[in-house]
């Protein structure tokens, strides 16, 4: 079984300040995890995946996630805010080797304040 | 220039009539899916099909029917049984060890 918690449905931060957005995950296998980013009334972007080789992955926008299996996380962040950043973010996770059935998180809202 | 297109992008039912919305894919992939979003809930999953002719519901697959006859395409049908379908509906495909990709999706709203 798999799943995926975001903390905070709403993150607010001031341009130019650091994006933290919190991610963990329950996975009784290894697992793949996902960020995705979706701007309004459009479909999902991947922001960055992590399969298991380096920890900390570096994704598109100058987004990376670590993944940390002692605290089971994989959280997202951002050194500066940038107001094109406002968005939904969500985490997944799926299992290595199950069938391809991803689990996603409900999304967290970043909001970006000039 | 490959991707998945999901029409229309918005559409309305009224109460009692079944609606289909579009997805088609260019990327050569295999498997398909559509997810249903609902503020605040993420997105559940309503069908995927891993191969032509093949579908497997998924947690939410009550009031919805799907087909999958050509590798391109995966229609979804909401049906008159599906009581609360306004929503926004996602299609994704994906290739062989590779990230789900998504269409734009489509709003459905009930008149």
């Known amino acids: 079984a798999q799943s995926v918690t975001q903390l905070g449905s709403h993150v607010s931060v001031s341009e130019g300040a650091l994006v933290l957005l919190r991610c963990n995950y329950s996975?009784?296998?290894?697992?793949?995890l996902f960020w995705y980013v979706q701007y309004p009334n459009q479909g999902l972007q991947l922001l960055l995946k992590?399969?298991?080789?380096?920890?900390l992955v570096k994704g598109i926008n100058g987004f990376e996630a670590e993944f940390k299996k002692s605290e089971t996380s994989f959280h997202l962040t951002k050194p500066s805010a940038h107001m094109r950043d406002a968005a939904e973010y969500f985490c997944?996770?799926?299992?290595?080797?199950?069938?391809?059935?991803?689990?996603f998180g409900r999304g967290t809202s970043l909001i970006v304040h000039p | 220039d490959g991707g998945i297109t999901q029409s229309p992008k918005y559409l309305f039912r009224k109460e009692g009539q079944n609606v289909t919305l579009s997805c088609e894919q260019n990327l050569n992939h295999d498997a398909m899916y559509w997810y249903r979003q609902d503020p605040g809930q993420g997105l559940r999953l309503i069908y995927y099909s891993q191969i032509v002719n093949d579908f497997q519901k998924g947690d939410i697959a009550e009031g919805y029917s799907v087909s999958r006859e050509k590798k391109e395409s995966f229609p979804l049908t909401v049906t008159s049984a599906q009581k609360n379908p306004t929503a926004f509906y996602l299609c994704a495909s994906r290739g062989l060890n590779q990230p789900q990709h998504f269409g734009d999706g489509t709003r459905l709203s009930i008149l």
């Open positions: 996975s009784s296998v290894p697992p793949y």
């Open positions: 992590y399969t298991s080789a380096a920890t």
């Open positions: 997944a996770v799926r299992i290595s080797g199950g069938s391809y059935i991803p689990t």
